[in-house]
T-cell receptor, first 118, second 114 residues
Framework: GAVVSQHPSWVICKSGTSVKIECRSL??????MFWYRQFPKQSLMLMAT?????????EQGVEKDKFLINHASLTLSTLTVTSAHPEDSSFYIC??????????????FGPGTRLTVT | AQSVTQLDSHVSVSEGTPVLLRCNYS??????LFWYVQHPNKGLQLLLK??????LVKGINGFEAEFKKSETSFHLTKPSAHMSDAAEYFC????????????FGTGTRLKVLA
């Protein structure tokens, strides 16, 4: 079946540093990927829509200069949290939409990346 | 604009009794609706989806949901709760055009009592 991976699964970084999270669709192509953030005991909030070969579309209130998104290939999108601060600590989840129809054009979620900023 | 409302933030049931998790949606078009489950510190797992075919949708682990257009509802049910069902459940609506992005409900935490 359709599989989406994320790397790393968890990361701890120091305040002020940058962290990159990868999202890969392993067995299908995805021209569109999505990035979500989930705070403890809360729902998933869409941060941005990542489009292969073009700029990401950010949701209202999400700082595009802080959360850099690169969708350089049909199977890989990256989210870089720049100058991370403790309030950026969260569970980041990506999803990828099957663009070929191999898996019914549906969206599939990665397992998430837990970021802790100290 | 599309949106979903999960009417209960917490639901407690005894093991072996029925489960009902409520979801109402708002959509200008015929929506695509999903239920996902998330166990503690885990990713999301798709339980079932409605995409304008049969209004009664059967999913994994004995769950099902019925799409009721007149009530704009998509409630999730299970005849008999199991301890392993304890988790967070999210009702999701998908935009029907453009980016096809998902909008998540606020979630319902299901507790199963022994």
């Amino acid at each position: 079946g359709a599989v989406v991976s994320q790397h790393p699964s968890w990361v701890i970084c120091k305040s002020g540093t940058s962290v990159k999270i990868e999202c890969r669709s392993l067995d299908f192509q995805a021209t569109t990927m999505f990035w979500y953030r989930q705070f403890p005991k809360q729902s998933l909030m869409l941060m941005a829509t990542s489009n292969e070969g073009s700029k990401a579309t950010y949701e209202q209130g999400v700082e595009k200069d802080k959360f850099l998104i690169n969708h350089a290939s049909l199977t890989l999108s990256t989210l870089t949290v720049t100058s991370a601060h403790p309030e950026d600590s969260s569970f980041y989840i990506c999803s990828a939409r099957d663009s070929q129809g191999r898996f019914s054009y549906e969206q599939y979620f990665g397992p998430g990346t837990r970021l802790t900023v100290t | 604009a599309q949106s979903v409302t999960q009417l209960d933030s917490h639901v407690s049931v005894s093991e072996g009794t029925p489960v009902l998790l409520r979801c109402n949606y708002s959509s200008s078009y015929s929506p695509s609706l999903f239920w996902y489950v998330q166990h503690p510190n885990k990713g999301l797992q798709l339980l079932l989806k409605y995409t304008s075919a049969a209004t009664l949708v059967k999913g994994i682990n004995g769950f099902e949901a019925e799409f009721k257009k007149s009530e704009t509802s998509f409630h999730l049910t299970k005849p008999s709760a199991h301890m392993s069902d304890a988790a967070e459940y999210f009702c999701v609506v998908r935009f029907t055009s453009g980016t096809y992005k998902y909008i998540f409900g606020t979630g319902t935490r299901l507790k199963v009592l022994a």
